[in-house]
């Protein structure tokens, strides 16, 4: 993990190894964990994941195995599920949907859908150079949310999970790009997987028991975080002078911190229609006629970001955040920003 690599050979070594389960930069599958974001990763955190994949894992990258009354096994990821149906993806990213009538068995393994003995396909010179790859910064870093997601948009997030107009459904998942900046919608699959995070609300039966902060590994210096959010459950529905409802706290490593009050009626307007407010700019419409909105946070210092926390104020509204991407320093070509204060 000391040594440098060769990153062009590692995108090879991703795209034969990798690419049927994983995304990342574009390429890819996500039947496992997306891995935009991995560079903020050391390169031995990193391989101790891939070399032991059971370590630690979410609940939603266990490995089931089906047996049919026909005696067909299947293998992979409980993809969705219903009332009549499941669904498996395998390890090949293939989708099976199987019959609840014509299961047998189902079993639930505590152990990851990644296979063991990667190390058996390739040697130490192509895990410098797939490390390598990983860990290459760009302009952009895509941040994962995976572990911080706690609330699935596509059904009801607020009163109720059947009402379909409060739901945030969006024309694509996966790496989108806004104002040409790339960021990562976690794939609900279905209704089955959190892809958005929720903070803290008064109001409703859901709101009261979201968190009132989650916390972002960052470990990267910032010159601009970019975010699609912008959006809340009883936000404004125009231009207003309101508090905060949201506070972005960067905790820098030297153990200093600053943050960023965002503002209802000012970066953040209500999710359920297209109103507009003026420190935050319309990013995609949602199919039942709600709205997520982009903006950026400019960082005061130079320094290494270690965490990113969202903090919930003493505020009415429960405040939505779909996706998070770093801009690191560098001599690029600024992107379009609809940056706060």
Not at 19 to 39: D, Q, R, W, Y
């Given at each position: 993990?000391?040594?440098?690599?060769?990153?062009?050979?590692?995108?090879?070594?991703?795209?034969?190894?990798?690419?049927?389960?994983?995304?990342?930069?574009?390429e890819?599958?996500?039947?496992?964990?997306?891995?935009?974001?991995?560079?903020v990763?050391?390169?031995?955190e990193?391989?101790?994941?891939?070399?032991?994949?059971?370590?630690?894992?979410?609940?939603?990258?266990?490995?089931?195995?089906?047996?049919?009354?026909?005696g067909?096994?299947?293998?992979?990821?409980?993809?969705?599920?219903?009332?009549?149906?499941?669904?498996?993806?395998?390890?090949?990213?293939?989708?099976?949907?199987?019959?609840?009538?014509?299961?047998?068995?189902?079993?639930?393994?505590?152990?990851?859908?990644?296979?063991?003995g990667?190390?058996?396909?390739?040697?130490?010179?192509?895990?410098?150079?797939?490390?390598?790859?990983?860990t290459e910064?760009?302009?952009?870093?895509?941040?994962?949310l995976?572990?911080?997601?706690?609330?699935?948009?596509?059904?009801?997030?607020?009163?109720?999970?059947?009402?379909?107009?409060?739901?945030?459904?969006?024309?694509?998942?996966?790496?989108?790009?806004?104002?040409?900046?790339?960021?990562?919608?976690?794939?609900?699959?279905?209704?089955?997987?959190?892809?958005v995070?929720?903070?803290?609300?008064?109001?409703?039966?859901?709101?009261?028991?979201?968190?009132?902060?989650?916390?972002?590994?960052?470990?990267t210096s910032?010159k601009?975080?970019?975010?699609?959010?912008?959006?809340?459950?009883w936000?404004?529905?125009?231009?207003?002078?309101?508090?905060?409802?949201?506070?972005?706290?960067?905790?820098?490593?030297?153990?200093?911190?600053?943050?960023?009050?965002?503002?209802?009626?000012?970066?953040?307007?209500?999710?359920?229609?297209?109103?507009?407010?003026?420190?935050?700019?319309?990013?995609?419409?949602?199919?039942d006629?709600?709205?997520?909105?982009?903006?950026?946070?400019?960082?005061?210092?130079?320094?290494?970001?270690?965490?990113?926390?969202?903090?919930?104020?003493?505020?009415?509204?429960a405040?939505l955040?779909?996706a998070m991407?770093?801009?690191?320093?560098?001599?690029?070509v600024d992107a379009?920003?609809?940056?706060?204060?």
């Amino acid at each position: 993990t000391e040594r440098t690599g060769d990153s062009g050979i590692g995108k090879a070594i991703f795209t034969k190894n990798c690419a049927t389960c994983h995304i990342f930069k574009g390429e890819g599958k996500t039947v496992g964990p997306n891995l935009n974001g991995m560079s903020v990763h050391p390169k031995a955190e990193l391989l101790t994941h891939i070399l032991d994949p059971n370590r630690s894992v979410e609940a939603n990258y266990r490995q089931y195995t089906v047996l049919t009354v026909d005696g067909v096994v299947i293998s992979g990821l409980l993809a969705a599920e219903s009332l009549t149906t499941i669904e498996v993806i395998d390890a090949q990213g293939k989708r099976h949907t199987i019959l609840r009538e014509d299961i047998e068995e189902l079993i639930a393994s505590r152990k990851s859908a990644m296979p063991e003995g990667f190390e058996q396909s390739i040697n130490n010179e192509g895990f410098v150079n797939l490390l390598e790859y990983l860990t290459e910064h760009e302009q952009f870093i895509p941040l994962g949310l995976e572990k911080a997601a706690n609330t699935v948009s596509t059904h009801g997030m607020f009163s109720r999970r059947d009402n379909k107009h409060e739901r945030l459904i969006l024309p694509k998942w996966g790496t989108i790009r806004f104002n040409g900046i790339p960021f990562n919608l976690i794939d609900p699959q279905g209704t089955t997987v959190n892809n958005v995070v929720m903070l803290n609300g008064p109001n409703g039966p859901f709101a009261p028991q979201m968190p009132k902060s989650v916390s972002i590994r960052s470990r990267t210096s910032a010159k601009g975080i970019h975010m699609l959010s912008g959006v809340a459950g009883w936000a404004s529905q125009k231009p207003s002078q309101g508090k905060a409802c949201l506070i972005v706290r960067l905790k820098y490593a030297d153990g200093k911190a600053e943050e960023h009050s965002l503002v209802d009626g000012q970066h953040f307007a209500d999710y359920i229609g297209t109103f507009d407010v003026p420190k935050s700019q319309l990013a995609f419409r949602a199919a039942d006629g709600g709205q997520l909105r982009y903006l950026s946070i400019r960082p005061k210092r130079d320094e290494v970001i270690e965490t990113i926390e969202l903090v919930k104020p003493d505020h009415h509204t429960a405040p939505l955040v779909v996706a998070m991407t770093l801009e690191v320093p560098g001599s690029y070509v600024d992107a379009k920003t609809h940056e706060t204060d």
